[in-house]
């Protein structure tokens, strides 16, 4: 899900602290993010819906959240190309991989604190 030794070397290199403080901005973030494409889901707005993947995608990029990432280009990819069909089975997917991400950052964080 997460590029783990990208994300021990970043939270070394800057300190447990800001990287703590990165974490839980990512998380505050995304959860913005995650609401605003369900927003755009509902209105049926798919311009707006891949404008807000993008945006999801690169703040994710950011944190090196891989597999998150590789399903954002996806799902943008579709919007862009009109293929709607599957977009309520997409956002969940999309869930799926969120809470999975922000679980995997957490425990990893944790485990650099236990060290």
Aim: glycine share 6%.
């Amino acid at each position: 899900m997460i590029n783990k030794e990208f994300l021990k070397e970043f939270f070394i290199h800057m300190g447990m602290d800001t990287g703590k403080t990165m974490l839980e901005l990512f998380k505050g973030s995304q959860t913005d993010y995650v609401k605003n494409i369900r927003n755009s889901i509902e209105k049926k707005d798919y311009e707006e819906l891949a404008g807000n993947l993008h945006q999801f995608k690169g703040a994710s990029a950011l944190l090196k959240a891989d597999v998150l990432v590789d399903f954002l280009i996806e799902f943008e990819k579709k919007i862009k190309e009109g293929k709607i069909e599957t977009v309520e089975e997409d956002f969940q997917h999309l869930l799926d991989l969120y809470h999975k991400t922000i679980d995997e950052m957490d425990n990893l964080f944790q485990e650099m604190e236990d060290l």
